[in-house]
């Protein structure tokens, strides 16, 4: 079993800050991907921004230069700093994972429950 924990979400005003954090626990042999994605009301879930295999990260278009995805390895934890924050960056926040269960097992997702972001203008 799985878990994510996340935390961080709230309410700020524009141009405000927050930071967001996930730590992954339990049958986890190895993390292939791990970061955060987002859901606005009425729209289809995105990616914000991710760890891939091998360390690199993808960014969406529209947090670029504005929010920065950190990690503390060998703890399966990573960081979300959103600066700069604009009512469009208003959804709930969800942490993933693509992860092994054992060296040679398949990938498996795993999502969190999500945390709400709210931006006021």
């Known amino acids: 079993q799985v878990q994510l924990v996340e935390s961080g979400g709230g309410l700020v005003q524009a141009g405000g800050s927050l930071r967001l954090s996930c730590a992954a626990s339990?049958?986890?042999?190895?993390?292939?991907?791990m970061g955060w994605y987002r859901q606005a009301p009425g729209k289809e879930r995105e990616l914000v921004a991710v760890?891939?295999?091998?360390?690199?990260?993808n960014y969406a278009d529209s947090v670029k230069g504005r929010f920065t995805i950190s990690r503390v390895n060998g703890k399966n934890t990573v960081y979300l700093e959103m600066n700069s924050l604009k009512p469009e960056d208003t959804a709930v926040y969800y942490c993933?994972?693509?992860?092994?269960?054992?060296?040679?097992?398949?990938?498996?997702?795993?999502w969190g429950q999500g945390t709400q972001v709210t931006v006021s203008s």
């Open positions: 760890f891939n295999s091998g360390g690199s990260t």
């Open positions: 339990g049958n986890i042999f190895s993390i292939n991907v």
């Open positions: 993933y994972c693509n992860y092994k269960r054992w060296g040679y097992s398949p990938n498996y997702d795993y």
